[in-house]
C-alpha cells in the first residue's frame, strides 16, 4: 500500500543534526507510528516527502528550523529569582509553566543558576538548529474509522485509551 491521506505508517528514523551528529533515533523494536494526512503526526515537510512511499522505501529530508523546531527565540529565555523554584532544581531540567499571555502550559529548561537567579529556556532545545531526517519506511494500513476521527493510531505503538 502507498502512504496517502489516512494511511498508518511505521518508521525506523535517525534524525542528526548540521554536523551530522545522531541526535534521535527509533529503536527497532520500536518504530516510530503516526497516521498520515495532516494529522500534526510528523512534520509536515516530512510527511510530505514520504507522501506516495511504500513499505521498504527510504527518504532522506533536510529540515530548516522553520520546517522542524521554529527559530531561536531570545524571548523565551528568562531570568527569575530562585526563591520561586523548587529548592532541589539543577541545571538541565524541565520544568511546566503557564504561559500568562496564551494560558498555555509551556515547558522551560533550567540552563543556569547563579547568585540566587535561576535562567530558564522556554524554547525547544533543538530550535533554530537545521536537522537531517532519514527514514525507512515499514508497515502501511489503512487507519481504521475510530483512528480518523480521533486524529491518531492506536494500537501497538500507538495512542492507548
Known sequence: ????????????????????QLLDKTEADEPMVY????????FPVVEEALQG?????????TMEPDDAFGEYDADLVRIEPQDIFPK??????????DDPESGDVMLFT??????????VDG??????????????VGEVRAASKEEIAHGH??????HHH
Open 53 to 61: 512511499k511504500k513499505s521498504g522505501d527510504k527518504i532522506d529530508v
Open 153 to 158: 493510531v492506536h494500537g501497538a505503538h500507538g
Open 123 to 136: 524554547n525547544h532545545p533543538l530550535a533554530g538548529k537545521r536537522l537531517r531526517f532519514v527514514a525507512t
Open 88 to 97: 532541589e532544581i539543577e541545571v538541565g531540567m524541565t520544568l511546566e509553566a
Open 35 to 42: 497516521l498520515h494526512g495532516g494529522y500534526d503526526g510528523i
Open 1 to 20: 500500500m502507498e502512504i496517502a491521506k489516512n494511511a498508518v505508517v511505521a518508521l525506523q528514523y535517525e534524525m542528526y543534526d548540521a554536523e551530522n
Open 110 to 119: 533550567i540552563t543556569d543558576i547563579a547568585d540566587g537567579k535561576v535562567v
